[in-house]
């Protein structure tokens, strides 16, 4: 997908609005995956609307950020520009930042828009400190290899799909590939694998959004990895 695409996406971003996916299971998961980040340096890539950011920067973080989307960054700059440093940026490119400036990169939801993840995973590699760490989250193999039509789990695919917002429904397109892929890619550049979880929603889904919750706790949505650069 291109800025222009994610544009559409910024149309119906609202930032007030709680999702059961992303506020009560992908962020509340990242945040734990990311431990202790008081006065460390983090880069927030694809950081989108910046609520990630936000969370982190109460947490003590010295932020960074970048998105390819210039209005997504609106959102974030206007909650957050006075806190933090953000830029226009792609992760299919190198990063417009030093080697080594950081103690911790996270990726949440935004790989799964790059076919190729040779680039960005050794970039994260490179502006990292020895010892530093990567938390990604993105699309759980399972969950597209079933939207796809669940042919080939082994194949790297497009899938091209539909999500019913409140304001309208947006078209997407994003790349599936197999867990074997994503485990191969990461090693190849040079970073170790410490977690991968499958982990749950928070407990208030329950009550607020219980189909949700079903939905959640009994199949595979989102995947997350917890890698380290070796010292
Ligand atoms: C689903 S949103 C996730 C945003 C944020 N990380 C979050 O979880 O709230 C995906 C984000 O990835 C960004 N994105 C997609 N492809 C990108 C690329 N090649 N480089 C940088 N950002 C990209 C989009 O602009 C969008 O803001």
Known sequence: MTATDFDKLAKIYDA??????????ERPNTIKLMGDVNGLTVLDAGCGGGK??????????NMHGFDLCEKMLDFAKEMLADQMDFKVASLAEKLPYEDAQFDRVLCALALHYVEDWST???EFHRVL???GKVVIST??????????GGEDYFAHTLIEDSWKK???TLYVRYWRRPLTQMID??????????????????PEAAEKFPEAYKKLTTQPRFIFFLLKKPN
């Open 52 to 61: 990630h950011s936000a969370d982190l920067l109460a947490k003590g973080a």
């Open 129 to 131: 400190k020895p010892g």
């Open 139 to 148: 699309h759980h193999p399972f969950m597209d290899h079933e939207l796809a």
């Open 16 to 25: 007030e609005r709680v999702s059961p996916w992303n506020d009560l299971y």
């Open 185 to 202: 890619e990461i090693k190849a550049v040079g970073l170790e694998i410490d977690l991968i979880k499958e982990p749950q929603p928070v």
């Open 120 to 122: 960005p995973l050794s």
């Open 166 to 168: 409140p304001d309208g």
